[in-house]
Nanobody, 123 residues
């Protein structure tokens, strides 16, 4: 079992920045991939970024490339999502997820999910 807890969300003005954290506890296999997803009001869940616990493989959604950065701290079992140049389009509940070793944007392939953290960007 893996438990994931997101934090760092909040209210920010357009153009601002936030850093989200995902703290993992329980068994975190080195072969797992860690992903960030988001769900905006009235919309379905979308892929944001993914990273593996080991190696250098990283993936981003086109909508966040150049603005968001995913990173990890293996010693702390924590994955981060640095979000810069935020716009109202980024308003969503952001979820952390743990899935297979092969990086994927398919949410259904991720087994473990956090409860989410709200990010609201004011125009």
């Amino acid at each position: 079992q893996v438990q994931l807890v997101e934090s760092g969300g909040g209210l920010v003005q357009a153009g601002g920045s936030l850093r989200l954290s995902c703290a993992a506890s329980g068994r975190t296999f080195s072969s797992y991939g860690m992903g960030w997803f988001r769900q905006a009001p009235g919309k379905e869940r979308d892929f944001v970024a993914a990273i593996r616990w080991s190696g250098s493989s990283i993936a981003y959604a086109d909508s966040v490339k150049g603005r968001f950065t995913i990173s990890r701290d293996n010693a702390k079992n924590t994955v981060y999502l640095q979000m810069n140049s935020l716009s109202p389009d980024d308003t969503a509940v952001y979820y952390c997820a743990a899935g297979p070793a092969t990086l994927t944007a398919r949410g259904e392939l991720y087994r473990y999910w956090g409860q989410g953290t709200q990010v609201t960007v004011r125009s």
